[in-house]
Each structure stands twice: as structure tokens, then as C-alpha cells.
């Protein structure tokens, strides 16, 4: 038996923020960010058409990037004081992602986060709160997926959250949002959803439900990205629809060990953090090489280049064809191709080493692995690290 869930209802295109105002409840609680959602007056909108709706509203603001487990339980006592009915998350990935922790710690105050780590195993919610998610980028789909990202800065670790339960049962996705972002944040973000429509689509629990989906986000990716990246706002309302249609395919599909990797290395270093969305576009190429000697993931992988139009004569020349294709995005993009040239080389070679059987001991376990259509070694990992930090091929 396989399971394929979304939203109950998706509002989609220009202007649908109003929907707000057709919720039904007496409190919302809106979890924001820092502050792009306010200074574009998204924020202000939301707020007056939830209380349109009937609803007290109350603001919790200034979720970080890369949100921390202190973050979600002060949201978490926040909700508990002010006991509403709908959880709204607006924003970036990360306080929709933080909100959706907050309201496991809402509904179950006793619930401690060492028992949510483990994959499908949150309480039933919808006790007290339903969820709406409304998107401002163009890359971690969490509107509808049953994933969140919580960041342990103390032991230097990401970890996914997963359960069907926190897939949101509203998703706003309103291009108009999405409008705001910066080029770095469109090109990560957008890489981002590259990487989640192909992982999905290679993973050993990829159905006819997934692929379509993965398969019609790359395309739309592989089209848009780089005109959206330039300021192509038509481009931009697009890959919004693009990201969110990849997060529809690997919520239910699942990832691989690009986003394990990602997720372990993202706070692992003192020079600074690897943004989620970089992490993923470096690793990308690489990982393609390294799941490609698995000759299913090696054949889905040409599927994949044959539909964006890439030429080859055998399954391992497209293969080829689409790790060029994926690394000459990223240069499009200013996207570096290691670890190595991150933010002018902030992530030192010496700390890198010292702590990467570590890493790749954490990244072996991340929750993400389990779906990769080839599983890792320690060793193997080791050396995929080491090919993302100093830019190599990969042939083992």
C-alpha cells in the first residue's frame, strides 16, 4: 500500500491571499518572518482579511532562517497562551516549516522534540488548530508537503520532521508573493525545487501518482528558472507553481541524499552556514554520478534528460548530458560549483576534514537516505563529501 496525500484545498494565482477571509474561526495566530512580509505589506493584507473572516489575530514574528528548536517552542507557549484555531504560516520555508513544529508542541505540550525526530511518528493533530501555508518563495514547497526542517543549533544538526499530519489543509500559493524575492534567493530557491522534483522522481518510492508531477516541475524549472533569476516576473509567477507542483511529487515520493547531505552540512561549520537551497545545487551533479551505477536510477535519469530535450546516444551519454545541463544552470545562476568557493570559501578545508566522518556518519542517517536508490557506505559518503568540497567528478 502506498500513500499519496495534499492539501485539502490549494488556492492558486494572482490575488488569492483573499481567501483568507473565508476561513472559519474565532483566533488566528500568523507566524512571519523577518520582516519582507511587512515591508511589502503581504503581512498587513493577511491580517485584515482574517479579520474580515470573523478572527482576533495575533503576530508571531521574526522566525530566523534555518529555524531553531528555541524558535518553535516559544511559538509553541505563544499558541498554547493564545489558544486559537488556525495556524497561518507566511513567508519563506522557514517559519512555515517552524510553525508546523509549534503546532505539535501546541496541540501536545508534553511532546518532547526527540520523539518528533523520528519519521511518521507526530500525534494526531487538528485538536486544536487547523493550518494554513502561504508561500513568499519559490523552492521548499512546505505548503504542501508533510516535511519540516529544525535546525539543533547546540549539536550543530538539521533535522527533517516528517508526518502526513503536518501537510498543511490550506496552501495559498499566490505568485504576487514571490514577486519580492531577490535574484540569490530566486536562483537557490529555485534549485532547490530542482533538486526536490528529481530526487522524487528517482526515489525508490516514485509511483504514476509522482512522476508526473516531478517530471512536468523539471521541465517547467528547466525552462523558467534563469529567466525568472533576471527579473522575468511571468518567468516568476511561473516557477511558483513549479516549485509547488516538485513539493506535491517528493512529499509523497520522498527525496535522497543530495537533501541528506544538505541537511547535515547546512550548520556544521563555524565559518557560517551552507544555504539549503546552494547546498543542494553543488551537490547535485555529483550525486546524479554517484546513483547513476545503479542502472534503474541510471535510466530515469535519461527519462529525465530526453524530456527536457538534452541528446544522447546511450543512457549513460544523457546521463552526462544532464549533470552538464544541471552545472551550467547553476553558473548561469552565480551558483558555486563546490564547497570549496561558497561565499568567497568560508567553510575551511581543515574543519571540513576533521569533521567529516561525522557528517557523513549523520548524513548516512538522515531521514532522506532511506528513499536514495543507492544507499552509501561510510566510506562512500566520505568521498562524496569530498567531492562536493573540492568540485570532482564522482566514478564510484
Keep these: 500500500?502506498?500513500?499519496?496525500?495534499?492539501?485539502?484545498?490549494?488556492?492558486?494565482?494572482?490575488?488569492?491571499?483573499?481567501?483568507?477571509?473565508?476561513?472559519?474561526?474565532k483566533k488566528a495566530i500568523v507566524v512571519v518572518g523577518g520582516g519582507s512580509m511587512k515591508r511589502f505589506?503581504?503581512?498587513?493584507?493577511?491580517?485584515?482579511?482574517?479579520?474580515?473572516?470573523?478572527?482576533?489575530?495575533?503576530?508571531?514574528?521574526?522566525?530566523?532562517?534555518?529555524?531553531?528548536?528555541?524558535?518553535?517552542?516559544?511559538?509553541?507557549?505563544a499558541m498554547r497562551e493564545f489558544e486559537p484555531d488556525w495556524i497561518v504560516a507566511?513567508?519563506?520555508?522557514?517559519?512555515?516549516?517552524?510553525?508546523?513544529?509549534?503546532?505539535?508542541?501546541?496541540?501536545?505540550?508534553?511532546t518532547t522534540f526527540e520523539q518528533l525526530i523520528t519519521p511518521f511518528s507526530f500525534p494526531t493533530l487538528r485538536t486544536k488548530a487547523h493550518f494554513c501555508a502561504i508561500p513568499s518563495t519559490s523552492g521548499t514547497a512546505t505548503e504542501v508537503t508533510a516535511f519540516s526542517v529544525i535546525t539543533d543549533y547546540e549539536k550543530g544538526i538539521k533535522y527533517p520532521l516528517a508526518d502526513f499530519n503536518i501537510t498543511p489543509d490550506v496552501a495559498i500559493v499566490d505568485p504576487e508573493l514571490a514577486e519580492t524575492m531577490p535574484a540569490k534567493?530566486?536562483?537557490?530557491?529555485?534549485?532547490?525545487?530542482?533538486?526536490?522534483?528529481?530526487?522524487?522522481y528517482v526515489s525508490t518510492l516514485h509511483c504514476d501518482y509522482t512522476d508526473p508531477l516531478a517530471l512536468h516541475a523539471i521541465e517547467m524549472i528547466h525552462n523558467d528558472l534563469k529567466a525568472s533569476y533576471d527579473g522575468n516576473m511571468e518567468a516568476r509567477d511561473r516557477m511558483h507553481n513549479a516549485q509547488?507542483?516538485?513539493?506535491?511529487?517528493?512529499?509523497?515520493?520522498?527525496?535522497?541524499?543530495?537533501?541528506?547531505?544538505?541537511?547535515?552540512?547546512?550548520?556544521?561549520?563555524?565559518?557560517?552556514?551552507?544555504?539549503?537551497?546552494?547546498?543542494?545545487?553543488?551537490?547535485?551533479?555529483?550525486?546524479?554520478?554517484?546513483?547513476?551505477?545503479?542502472?534503474?536510477?541510471?535510466?530515469?535519469?535519461a527519462q529525465i534528460a530526453r524530456f527536457i530535450g538534452l541528446k544522447g546516444e546511450t543512457t549513460m551519454d544523457l546521463v552526462n548530458a544532464l549533470v552538464a545541463e544541471l552545472k551550467a544552470m547553476n553558473k548561469s545562476l552565480n551558483i558555486p560549483d563546490c564547497i570549496k568557493d561558497y561565499?568567497?570559501?568560508?567553510?575551511?578545508?581543515?574543519?571540513?576534514?576533521?569533521?567529516?566522518?561525522?557528517?557523513?556518519?549523520?548524513?548516512?542517517?538522515?531521514?532522506?537516505?532511506?528513499?536514495?536508490?543507492?544507499?552509501?557506505?561510510?566510506?562512500?559518503?566520505?568521498?562524496l563529501l569530498k567531492a562536493c568540497y573540492y568540485g570532482e567528478d564522482v566514478d564510484f
Design 244 to 301: 509547488c507542483l516538485a513539493g506535491m511529487a517528493f512529499s509523497n515520493a520522498l527525496l535522497g541524499i543530495v537533501h541528506s547531505m544538505a541537511h547535515k552540512t547546512g550548520a556544521a561549520y563555524s565559518g557560517g552556514h551552507i544555504v539549503h537551497g546552494c547546498a543542494n545545487a553543488m551537490y547535485l551533479p555529483r550525486v546524479i554520478q554517484y546513483n547513476a551505477k545503479n542502472a534503474e536510477a541510471a535510466e530515469r535519469y
Design 343 to 383: 561565499e568567497g570559501g568560508i567553510i575551511d578545508e581543515k574543519e571540513f576534514l576533521e569533521k567529516l566522518p561525522k557528517v557523513a556518519e549523520l548524513a548516512i542517517g538522515d531521514a532522506c537516505t532511506g528513499s536514495n536508490p543507492r544507499i552509501p557506505t561510510q566510506e562512500e559518503m566520505e568521498k
Design 90 to 110: 507566511m513567508g519563506g520555508g522557514s517559519p512555515i516549516d517552524a510553525a508546523k513544529a509549534m503546532w505539535a508542541f501546541y496541540e501536545y505540550p508534553d
Design 185 to 200: 534567493l530566486t536562483a537557490h530557491t529555485g534549485m532547490d525545487a530542482m533538486t526536490h522534483a528529481i530526487e522524487a
Design 1 to 25: 500500500m502506498a500513500r499519496f496525500t495534499l492539501p485539502r484545498d490549494l488556492y492558486h494565482g494572482k490575488g488569492v491571499l483573499a481567501e483568507l477571509k473565508n476561513l472559519k474561526g
Design 41 to 77: 505589506g503581504f503581512l498587513d493584507k493577511a491580517v485584515g482579511y482574517l479579520k474580515e473572516a470573523g478572527m482576533e489575530v495575533r503576530l508571531f514574528e521574526n522566525v530566523e532562517p534555518d529555524p531553531s528548536v528555541e524558535t518553535v517552542m516559544k511559538g509553541a507557549a
